[in-house]
């Protein structure tokens, strides 16, 4: 696997129910963001890590949890959302953050909440 | 972090050099200029970016002018792969990319 890679590419889930999104990048970087983008709007930064510590949490709802156990690997847990969080799901790696290192994207989750 | 300009839609032939402009008035010394694509549904793809001079790669050019208030990106060779959401981006040392909504360019047989 090379670049940044997501899984699942695709997800449906009830209100009630609790997802992973996991996300792994192979590019030795140390920074790694959540983005979200919903229909016909831009995306928008959730979340950034640098060496495994949150620096920025951009006023996400508690219900959109992140973890990252490592500079590699970042999940984004999912409990009780709405279906207004149904959306795309884009994790990103740079060098670090807080830097004007090139950001890469990973493929995505197209996420549906029923 | 600087606000950038970009007409919402345009038109390529395919095989013809597609020039996307943006501008970018208020951009400061250290702030770099970066381009990235979306293709419907599909992560944002990094094309090129630069600070001052102007940048070629594999993919594209990059055209910055002297004031830096405004950048091109020329694709030499449309193909109807290229066909895409073209964002141009100022970043400063932050390292926050803020997307606006972008150039859809719309490649034509």
């Known amino acids: 696997e090379t670049g940044v890679t997501q899984t699942p590419r695709h997800l449906v889930m009830g209100m009630t129910n609790k997802k992973s999104l996991k996300c792994e990048q192979h590019l030795g970087h140390n920074a790694m963001y959540w983005y979200k983008q919903s229909a016909k709007k831009p995306l928008e930064l959730m979340f950034v890590?640098?060496?495994?510590?949150?620096?920025e949490n951009n006023s996400v709802p508690s219900r959109f949890s992140p973890e990252c156990p490592n500079s590699s690997h970042l999940f984004l847990h999912l409990h009780t959302l709405q279906p207004e969080d149904s959306a795309l799901y884009l994790c990103?790696?740079?060098?670090?953050?807080?830097?004007?290192?090139?950001?890469?994207f990973g493929p995505g989750t197209r996420l549906t909440v029923l | 972090d600087a606000k950038t300009t970009q007409p919402p839609s345009m038109d390529c032939a395919e095989g013809r050099a597609a020039n996307l402009p943006c501008n970018h008035s208020?951009?400061?010394?250290?702030?770099?200029v970066y381009w990235y694509r979306q293709i419907h549904s599909q992560g944002p793809q990094y094309i090129i970016h630069?600070?001052?001079n102007n940048e070629t790669n594999e993919m594209a050019s990059l055209i910055i002018t002297e004031d830096r208030k405004s950048s091109t990106l020329i694709l030499p060779h449309a193909t109807l792969r290229d066909t895409a959401v073209y964002y141009c981006?100022?970043?400063?040392?932050?390292?926050?990319?803020?997307f606006g909504q972008g150039t859809t360019l719309q490649v034509k047989p």
């Open positions: 630069g600070l001052k």
């Open positions: 890590y640098n060496f495994k510590e949150q620096t």
């Open positions: 981006i100022v970043l400063k040392g932050t390292g926050k990319l803020i």
């Open positions: 990103a790696s740079s060098g670090t953050s807080g830097s004007a290192d090139t950001q890469y």
């Open positions: 208020t951009i400061s010394g250290n702030e770099y």
